[in-house]
């Protein structure tokens, strides 16, 4: 591959930078913690546990984004 072939990270859409891209997954891992500890609906809680992995798996993966 060349160096022409590849776009400079300032060029990409902003949601593939890895900066946005964090911060959405930390918020989502955040909400499932807040979920997880309130006591008025158990079905905040039953998706408290699927909104933390989601999250952390979506920090996984754009953790290998550009910055």
Do not use: C, K, N
Request: glycine fraction near 8%; charge should be neutral.
């Amino acid at each position: 591959m060349t160096d022409g072939a590849r776009q400079h990270p300032s060029r990409w859409p902003l949601w593939l930078r890895r900066g946005p891209s964090e911060m959405a997954a930390m918020t989502l891992i955040g909400l499932g913690v807040v979920m997880l500890m309130q006591p008025l609906s158990l079905d905040l809680f039953s998706y408290s546990f699927v909104t933390i992995l989601a999250g952390t798996l979506g920090f996984v993966l754009v953790s290998h984004f550009p910055e």
